[in-house]
């Protein structure tokens, strides 16, 4: 069994949807099949949870009628059959009308949560009605029955896969399931989303569930790149990762995958494949537990960063000084990305803000504390980076770039700096030009 996952843009026009037929229908094997909503509709949905949290109905109407032109537009050109069209549009009618009901209740956390999940749905309702209608027989799974993820960091996989077992045991059996990414179940039963870009989590969840032989994750790029393509000219796809440096690169803020994307196949030796359904006989990336190269491999950027100087005029390493630093993020449930230290004082980054006025007051009351927001950290990633012959050309960056810290040795398989997010684009240029481009030169003489 294998599971493939197709994102927004492969699942966005009738032409894409045409093409995963086609990657699905190109061998026998059995299939679990997980499907982003179409692109652009979860910002939609996101918006649409706006216009209920400001009570905004004109706007909730105009919003959902769009979204259902937008869906049965594409019934009617994916569907030959009249009959099949309508029931399908029926369909899309029913769940529009549960949306309108959902609107009109009073905002909340699983408001939000029925609400910008429901693109997974109508995506998924139609796909499989369409597959079905051109005698590719499947059979349509509702993710909430078994994607139940108490912890979001850390699912209970047995859980998740005893529950998917014995559903596909009750259903009719097929080669091919089709079921929603990005929505699950939390600890308490209500419907809740595995944060933004989450399908790919739902694939590898699933996968790990249940013991897939492969996960494959259908994109609009052929593999993860060396550098972000949206700000870099002349990236390229890197054949193999590691799950280490994949998750490296996913965390610190490699778009292509959720930042946990990796985490549930990890130690199950289930290997990880990023294709492009524009072009499926691109080889991608292998990701899995094989090291084929050591070095320098790639590097991201993740924004939104804050960073956290602590000063004191007390002995700051002083024993026990950092432990109470460190209680007070831990207790205010705020993990640590970065640090540096000096003599008198610490640096450190949190990407999470929820609690930072709390965490500030604690640590006012001992220490002088300086808080910087807009930042982004740059992460080079590599097993044994640090040992790659080049690396050092990176600190060449300090004569350009105002890098606000550097973090090197922490792991032998990544450097980060932390950059202004204005200087961000400038940085990953710059580090592409010296670490990728001399290299290719080097090369070729
Ligand atoms: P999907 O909708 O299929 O989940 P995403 O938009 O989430 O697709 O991810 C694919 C996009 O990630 C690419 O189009 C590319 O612009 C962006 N991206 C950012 N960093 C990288 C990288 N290092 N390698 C490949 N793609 C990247
Ligand atoms: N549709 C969701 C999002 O846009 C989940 C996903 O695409 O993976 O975030
Ligand atoms: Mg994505």
């Excluded at 549930?264 to 006989?281: R, S």
């Excluded at 990544?414 to 200087?423: P, R």
Aim: with cysteine; aromatic share 6%.
């Amino acid at each position: 069994m294998r599971v493939l996952k197709f994102g927004g843009t492969s699942v966005g026009s009738v032409e894409n949807l045409n093409r995963v037929r086609e990657i699905l229908t190109s061998d026998q094997d059995d299939k679990i099949v997980v499907c982003s909503a179409m692109s652009g509709v979860t910002d939609q949905l996101v918006r649409l949870v706006e216009n209920i949290r400001f009570n905004d109905t004109d706007a909730i109407t105009r919003n959902l009628h769009k979204l259902e032109s937008k869906h049965t537009d594409v019934i009617d050109t994916l569907i030959e059959d009249q009959e099949i069209r309508n029931t399908l549009k029926d369909g899309v009618s029913i769940m529009i009308t549960e949306m309108f009901e959902i609107s009109s209740q009073e905002y909340s956390e699983i408001i939000n949560s029925k609400i910008i999940t429901y693109g997974e749905t109508l995506l998924t309702y139609i796909f499989s009605g369409f597959l079905n209608s051109v005698g590719i027989t499947n059979v349509l799974l509702d993710a909430k029955e078994f994607m139940h993820v108490d912890v979001i960091e850390n699912p209970n996989l047995d859980k998740v896969g005893n529950k998917l077992k014995a559903i596909l045991k009750s259903k009719e059996q097929s080669s091919l399931y089709i079921t929603q990414g990005f929505v699950c179940k939390n600890e308490k039963g209500q419907i809740s989303h595995l944060k933004r870009g989450g399908s790919d989590y739902t694939a590898t969840i699933i996968g790990a569930a249940l013991y897939a032989s492969e996960v494959q994750i259908w994109t609009d790029i052929d593999g993860l790149h060396n550098n972000d393509p949206r700000y870099v000219d002349d990236t390229h796809p890197i054949s193999h990762l590691t799950y280490n440096e994949a998750a490296e690169l996913a965390y610190f803020g490699a778009k292509i995958l959720h930042p946990q994307t990796v985490s549930p196949v990890v130690g199950k030796d289930i290997p990880v494949l990023l294709k492009n359904t524009f072009d499926p006989e691109a080889s991608g990336t292998v990701i899995s537990n094989k090291t084929y190269k050591k070095g320098l491999k790639a590097i991201s950027a993740k924004d939104g960063i804050t960073a956290i100087k602590i000063k004191s005029n007390r002995m700051l390493m002083a024993h026990g000084y950092l432990r109470r630093i460190f209680e007070v993020f831990d207790n205010h449930n705020t993990s640590i990305d970065m640090i540096t230290t000096s003599e008198i004082a610490i640096s450190l980054t949190i990407d999470n803000i929820n609690n930072l006025d709390k965490i500030i007051k604690e640590i006012e009351a001992y220490a002088e504390i300086t808080v910087e927001q807009d930042h982004s950290i740059i992460c080079i990633v590599g097993e044994s980076v640090i040992n790659d012959k080049n690396s050092y050309k990176l600190f060449e960056i300090l004569n350009y770039i105002p890098v606000r810290m550097v973090s090197y040795g922490g792991s032998n398989n990544n450097i980060s700096l932390l950059v202004d997010t204005k200087d961000k684009i400038p940085t990953l240029r710059f580090l592409n030009e010296k670490l990728f481009q001399t290299q290719k030169k080097e090369a070729v003489v």
